[in-house]
C-alpha cells in the first residue's frame, strides 16, 4: 500500500519591509495618541523601537509627513502634529455633508446593512467593557462607514476613506479626556440604528446630525 502522499509545506510568511514596519509603527502609536501632538521623535529612538537601520525609517517619516501627521525638522526629528482647530472643523463639516446625504441614501435599509450595523454595535459594547479605547474607536469609525459604504456610491465612500485617520486620531482622543462618552455614543448608535431600521430617513439625519457635530465640541474641550 503506497505511503500517504506528505502535506504540501507552506512558505514562511514574509515580513514587511523594514519601511513600511516603522511606518506602521509610528502611525498607531500616532493615531492612538502613544505619540500625542507636540512629541519630538528621532530617528536613532525609532530605529530602536523597531529593529532596523535609519535609512528605513527616514523614509517612514517621509511618507508620514505627506500624510500630515508630522514635520521633520532636519538634524533635530520628526514632531507630531497636534489636531488643530481647524483640522477639527473641517473634518466635522465634511463628516456631516457625507455621512447626512448617506444615511438618507441608505434608507430603506437592507438587510445585511441592519445585522452588520447590530453587530458592530455589539462589538462597540464589548470591547468598551474590555476598556479598549483604540478598539472601540475603530469600530466607531466602521458603524458610520458601513452607512456610507450603502449609500452606493463609490466616489463618496472614497472620500469618506479619506478622513479614517483624522477620525480615530480624534475618537481616541475625546474618549481618553471624556470617558463617559463612550456609553454616550454606543447610545446614539443604537438610535440611530432604531431610526434606520425603522425607515425613518429624517430621523436618521437628525442623530447624525446631533452625534457628528459632538465630536467637535468635545475635542475642542468645550464641553461641560
Do not use: W
Amino acid at each position: 500500500m503506497p505511503a500517504p502522499a506528505a502535506s504540501p509545506v507552506r512558505p514562511p510568511a514574509k515580513r514587511p519591509p523594514a519601511a513600511e514596519r516603522v511606518y506602521t509603527h509610528i502611525k498607531d502609536a500616532v493615531l492612538n495618541r502613544r505619540y500625542e501632538g507636540g512629541t519630538l521623535l528621532t530617528e536613532g529612538d525609532l530605529a530602536d523601537a523597531v529593529g532596523v537601520s535609519r535609512t528605513p525609517v527616514r523614509e517612514a517619516l517621509l511618507r508620514l509627513e505627506v500624510e500630515g501627521l508630522i514635520k521633520l525638522y532636519p538634524k533635530k526629528g520628526a514632531l507630531v502634529l497636534a489636531v488643530s482647530a481647524q483640522e477639527i472643523a473641517d473634518v466635522v463639516e465634511t463628516r456631516l455633508l457625507v455621512e447626512e446625504f448617506a444615511v438618507r441614501k441608505a434608507v430603506p435599509a437592507s438587510a445585511q446593512l441592519i445585522a452588520r450595523l447590530e453587530e458592530l454595535l455589539e462589538e462597540q459594547r464589548q470591547l468598551s467593557e474590555a476598556g479598549d479605547l483604540a478598539a472601540v474607536s475603530v469600530k466607531d469609525r466602521c458603524f458610520h462607514a458601513e452607512i456610507v459604504r450603502h449609500a452606493g456610491n463609490e466616489i463618496l465612500s472614497r472620500l469618506y476613506d479619506q478622513l479614517r485617520d483624522r477620525q480615530l486620531r480624534m475618537g481616541v482622543a475625546v474618549m481618553e479626556s471624556h470617558p463617559g462618552r463612550i456609553a454616550a455614543n454606543i447610545t446614539e448608535h443604537g438610535e440611530l440604528l432604531d431610526a434606520i431600521r425603522a425607515g425613518d430617513a429624517d430621523g436618521a439625519a437628525q442623530v447624525v446630525r446631533r452625534h457628528v457635530s459632538r465630536v467637535k465640541v468635545l475635542v475642542r474641550g468645550e464641553d461641560r
